[in-house]
């Protein structure tokens, strides 16, 4: 009898400490997870808070009216410097100057060119090709290509990274207007003219800021 109880007692203990050590490892696997759960919130909000407010990321121009638009805001609060410039440069040298604020409804070179341009005396023309080519400037301002060739409405660009005028890298409905935010259109001579001494004067009447510099 006494070998019996001692052998229900060292069974009894064994059964408490198997017990013990399952309720010791769900207690650490509890605690791991918790851990995990705490580190991955934590880790996601490392991501999610830049986007929210005051941490100290500007978005570019386009992105701030968009937002501002969405607001309700209206024209007058955007600043000076966010104004997008058309400028247009006749065969003679005079110059025509538009500012337009920046809407979401205006994202490329064509739908600028079209929004200033289309309530001014004399109109425009431009001919879509299509594809690569977009629409090509016929006639701005009521001035038509010359007949005889000897000059052309070419399209130039100032690069909002590059902070200078260069020749459009493609189309006008190509352009980007985040990337170049300001346009100009310019009576570019090609006869008796050499190519380099023409890309000289159009850059001396273009200058190095958005606007002509007085």
Not at 45 to 55: D, K, Y
Not at 108 to 128: M, P, Y
Not at 158 to 171: D, I, K, V
């Amino acid at each position: 009898a006494m070998a019996l109880s001692v052998s229900s007692r060292g069974m009894h203990h064994r059964q408490l400490s198997s017990s013990v050590r399952r309720w010791h490892l769900r207690s650490v696997a509890l605690l791991c997870a918790a851990s995990l759960l705490v580190a991955w919130t934590a880790h996601a909000a490392v991501f999610v808070m830049p986007r929210g407010a005051g941490m100290g990321f500007a978005p570019r121009t386009g992105s701030r009216i968009v937002a501002r638009s969405a607001l309700g805001e209206t024209a007058p609060t955007v600043n000076a410097d966010e104004l997008h410039i058309v400028r247009v440069i006749k065969v003679d040298g005079s110059e025509t100057v538009f500012k337009q604020a920046p809407t979401s409804e205006i994202s490329s070179g064509w739908e600028l060119t079209q929004r200033v341009l289309e309530n001014e005396e004399g109109g425009f023309e431009f001919d879509n090709y299509g594809g690569a080519f977009g629409h090509v400037a016929q006639k701005i301002l009521g001035v038509q290509n010359a007949e005889d060739g000897s000059w052309f409405w070419a399209l130039y660009v100032y690069g909002e990274f590059t902070q200078e005028w260069l020749r459009a890298p493609g189309s006008i409905d190509s352009i980007d207007l985040d990337t170049f935010p300001h346009i100009a259109w310019v009576a570019y001579r090609t006869a008796a003219v050499e190519k380099q001494v023409e890309e000289e004067r159009v850059m001396r009447l273009l200058g190095s800021k958005p606007l002509r510099e007085e």
